[in-house]
């Protein structure tokens, strides 16, 4: 029997497969999108959206484009963050990135169409949810993704690199590159279901609590993982000079404060009565992953 996140992925995959096509001219640039949306990733940020509404007895089948729209906002922040004027990386997810397949300009512009294209998928009516709830979607995702969230801390983190930095700036970066996202994950999935306030309010401080929580342990992957085993330039973090937690606190500090803050995001579920074996199972592979 697969895992929860394998089911989400497999389900997800089919989604996403001839999603992106065109009869136009512009097919060098859905080759290149459909070349980073479809890379071998984890796809932890959309079945985080699928476990939460499945939670509340909502079907994963029909929050798929929901979960669609949010890996296309990850899949465009990937290739963004790859190009030679950002982390200029050549691998991501086992394979070239994709300015080197595609060249610069066509994995700018394959970013971009991600990117306006997530939202034209989450604008789409879905069934069953008021339209006031599917707007409060759209507004998640624009802020969790902009400046304000993903964005920004990509600003400041581009901005720090190579210099001193202090841990305030390594909790803003990861905070808003990274946690944002995954954090928007939660609060768009607990939008299916008629949730309170008081429920939603504890879901997205498990998920900003996750997502930092994810960061953590990413950081210690830079320093003990090998490319192989990430599928992305190991050591670069340091290489590179980036502000992370390994460089401020050491690796095994960063892996309590991984755990502790996961602990902080559970409680705050458990306070509201929210028990959810599916983000249990999520949760859990946020500690001991490899990659």
Known sequence: MGSY????????QAYLQGLLHTDGLAT???EAMNYSLMADGK??????LMATAQTFGVERQRVLPAAAALEMIHCYSLIHDDLPCMDDDSLRRGQPTNHVVFGEAIALLAGDGLLTEAFALLARPIPEVPAERQLRMIQILASRAGADGMVGGQAVDVERTGGQGTLTDVQFIHLHKTARLIQAAVE???????????AQEALSTYGEALGLAFQMVDDVLDVVGSTSELGKTAGKDEAEGKLTYPRFIGIEETRRLAEETIARGQ????????????????QSLVLVRSH
């Open 188 to 198: 768009i999935g607990s939008l299916f279901p008629d949730l309170d306030e008081k």
């Open 5 to 12: 996140l394998e089911f989400c992925k497999t389900e997800l």
């Open 43 to 48: 796809r932890l940020r959309p079945a985080l």
């Open 267 to 282: 409680e705050a579920l458990h306070r509201c009565g929210i028990h959810s074996p599916y983000l249990a199972e999520l």
């Open 28 to 30: 060098r640039l859905y």
